[in-house]
C-alpha cells in the first residue's frame, strides 16, 4: 500500500469520525435550542448553526477531497519508502483498526459523562443533593454515542463497503502488482 493510500484511508476514517460527531451535535443543537432555550438570543442561535455548518463542512472535505488534503499537507512526501509494509494487512484491515480506535475514543470520551450522570443520579434519589447537576440529555447523548460505538465495531464489513474502499482500482497495492509479474 503506497503512502498516499494510507493517509487517504486514514483521512476518510477522520471524516467518518466528524459525521459521528456531528449527528450527536445535532441532537445536542436541537434540545439546547427548542427544549433548554431559555431565551437564546439571535447570537446564540447563530453560534449553534454555524458550528453545525462547520461540522458538516469538514466532513465533506475530509471525505471527498482527501487527496487533496494530502497534496497541499504534503503527507506522502518525505519518506524513505514509497511502499507501507504491512504483511497480511489489508486496506480492510487498516479500517477495522482504524473504527476500532475510533470506536474506543467515542466510549472512552462518554464513559465518563454516563457515570457521572448516574453517580449524581444516585446522589438525588438517595440523598436528595445535586439534583440542578443532573442533564437528561448528557446522559441520552452518552448512552447514544456508547451504542454508537458498539455498532463501529460490529458492522465494520458494512462500514467498509460504505466507504467504497474494497474497490481494487481506488486503492490498489502497486507494490504486489509488481512481484506478481
Known sequence: MTKKDFFRILIKLFGLYVLINFAFSIVNTISNLFIDSYGLGFFEVGIYLGMLILLFLLFVVLVFKADTIIRWLRL??????????FEKFSPKNVVKLALILIAGLMIIENIEVLIGQLTLYIQVRDYGIGGENISKYATIIAVAEIVTAYFLI???NWIFSILKLDNTEEIHFEHEEEEEN
Open 154 to 156: 460490529r458492522e465494520q
Open 76 to 85: 506522502d512526501q518525505g519518506f524513505d519508502d514509497e511502499y507501507i509494509q
